[in-house]
């Protein structure tokens, strides 16, 4: 059914770029409301979610990713962040479902913590890529952090939403971010069904990594996703780009990993497949070539 996709010198980069365009131009746009980030929720319905999800945090302090409507619209998500005391510039990030207005009321909330990466635990926070919070005291340089949600629908009618969760450590020059699905199974319960972890990745000294992540066949009423991750290697002599993807389908209890896709299919299928919008904040890869020299062997 399926070839499992090993090294490409060339085939994978171009395939990536190709595909990449391709989610650019012509797909699908069902999802519910795209990745709806800080920037563009007024500082009036951050209030009111302040207000809402943790009264007692001080605006400052309190720090929105993204929003996203279900899809029926009943109720909305939301990524959110607040100081984890008594440790000074640490944030807890949560996941809340709430009502929509004129009378939100809140469903569930879930600590996402756990899907950040481990050097956000070692330094100060700052809560979102844009934040002018950051701490003007001395000491270790803050970690800037971001996200992106997207709601749909399981088939046949479970509602789930995508988790896109960001962190960068500007003092060590590294990023990462993690996927996650959750499924909402019943009201005041979300269980993560997918966990794409180091989805991307970004160290300045050796490696790359970045992701594309589709559902299909819509996000109206999905049964498979795609994960397709191109990376980029260096080792000082010589780099290294390869690819590698998985399709999973809905088992009834989780995604469940099916194999792996050959080139002509994966672009045949992510051209049908509704890709799921992550953080502008993360690096992409830079798709560069270098061919061994003479007295270099391949890898």
Not at 114 to 134: D, K, M, N, W
Request: hydrophobic residues 40%.
């Amino acid at each position: 059914m399926t070839i499992t996709q090993g090294r490409s010198w060339l085939v994978g980069p171009v395939l990536f770029l190709i595909i990449l365009l391709g989610l650019l131009v012509g797909l699908p746009t069902t999802l519910s409301a795209g990745c709806r980030g800080a920037s563009e929720i007024s500082p009036e319905q951050i209030t009111s979610l302040r207000n809402l999800l943790s009264a007692a945090t001080a605006p400052g302090d309190f720090h929105v990713y993204a929003e996203t409507p279900s899809t029926d619209g009943r109720i909305r998500f939301v990524l959110y962040s607040i100081p984890r005391a008594p440790g000074p510039g640490a944030h807890i990030v949560y996941l809340a479902a709430t009502t929509l207005e004129p009378k939100p009321n809140l469903v569930l909330v879930q600590d996402v913590s756990a899907y950040l990466p481990p050097f956000t635990r070692a330094v100060p926070s700052e809560a979102g890529v844009s934040s002018q919070g950051a701490p003007h005291s001395p000491g270790p340089a803050p970690v800037a952090m971001d996200g992106c949600l997207n709601a749909f629908v399981i088939k046949p009618d479970l509602q789930a939403v995508h988790m896109n969760l960001f962190a960068r450590a500007p003092r060590s020059q590294s990023e990462e971010a993690s996927d996650i699905v959750f499924a909402l199974l019943e009201p005041g319960l979300l269980r993560p069904v997918l966990e794409l972890n180091q989805s991307s990745l970004y160290d300045h000294k050796r490696l790359r990594r970045d992701s594309v992540i589709a559902v299909l066949p819509s996000a109206a009423m999905a049964s498979d996703l795609i994960w397709w991750q191109s990376s980029q290697e260096d080792s000082g002599m010589l780099t290294a780009a390869y690819d590698q993807n998985t399709l999973y389908s809905w088992s009834g209890k989780g995604f469940d990993k099916v194999g792996t896709l050959e080139p002509g299919d994966l672009a045949a299928r992510l051209r049908a497949a509704t890709p799921l919008t992550r953080s502008d904040a993360i690096s992409t890869v830079e798709m560069k070539q270098t061919v061994p020299g003479p007295n270099q062997p391949p890898p």
